[in-house]
T-cell receptor, first 115, second 108 residues
Framework: DAGVIQSPRHEVTEMGQEVTLRCKPI?????LFWYRQTMMRGLELLIY????????DSGMPEDRFSAKMPNASFSTLKIQPSEPRDSAVYFC?????????????FGEGSWLTVV | QKEVEQNSGPLSVPEGAIASLNCTYS??????FFWYRQYSGKSPELIMF????GDKEDGRFTAQLNKASQYVSLLIRDSQPSDSATYLC????????FGAGTRLTVKP
């Protein structure tokens, strides 16, 4: 089975530019998560969706960040305008259900550098 | 704010020794506990999960949970150099929170 697929794997962009990160969850998984990982703050939950509906976006740092899930097989995380402090690894993850016995499965991550 | 705390390490053990990794959490209502391993430059991968008080063993790995003390640990027996990685404790379900991780180095 294909795992969670993220693109791009690496992106270097200039401050002020728009960044769009993409994710394809594992087929049949009802939950999709976006995490950000930095050395300083570790792995932080930004937002998660259930059946394409955003459930909790309390971790989204500010209005420059937005996430969408137009269908069950695709999600985007957008940063506009980007800033150097947004440099991090952004992980997308999915889960079949949030019940005992299930966990989340991570993609390979998108490594973002804002200069 | 639901907190997950791990001893920051780094932790260094000789090959063949037991590595002990610890984690505490703040939310008494938490029901699900996970240990992930993350190699440098890679994504986290699940190695153990535990839901009930007590021990759970899987090969060389043993997870221990004490809900009264809000404490979960991971023991790695017969540590190998390939176990060198950062170990992340995670707590929760839909709002899964991760600790900062403990970097483990197993020296040959």
């Amino acid at each position: 089975d294909a795992g969670v697929i993220q693109s791009p794997r690496h992106e270097v962009t200039e401050m002020g530019q728009e960044v769009t990160l993409r994710c394809k969850p594992i087929s049949g998984h009802d939950y999709l998560f976006w995490y950000r990982q930095t050395m300083m703050r570790g792995l932080e939950l930004l937002i998660y969706f259930n059946n394409n509906v955003p459930i909790d976006d309390s971790g989204m740092p500010e209005d420059r960040f937005s996430a969408k899930m137009p269908n069950a097989s695709f999600s985007t995380l957008k940063i506009q305008p980007s800033e150097p402090r947004d440099s991090a690894v952004y992980f997308c993850a999915s889960s079949p259900a949030l019940t005992t016995g299930n966990t989340i499965y991570f993609g390979e991550g998108s490594w973002l550098t804002v200069v | 704010q639901k907190e997950v705390e791990q001893n920051s390490g780094p932790l260094s053990v000789p090959e063949g020794a037991i590595a002990s990794l610890n984690c505490t959490y703040s939310d008494r209502g938490s029901q699900s506990f996970f240990w992930y391993r993350q190699y440098s430059g890679k994504s986290p991968e699940l190695i153990m999960f535990i839901y009930s008080n007590g021990d759970k063993e899987d090969g060389r790995f043993t997870a221990q949970l004490n809900k009264a003390s809000q404490y979960v640990s991971l023991l790695i027996r017969d540590s190998q150099p390939s176990d060198s990685a950062t170990y992340l404790c995670a707590v929760g379900a839909s709002d899964m929170r991760f600790g900062a991780g403990t970097r483990l180095t197993v020296k040959p």
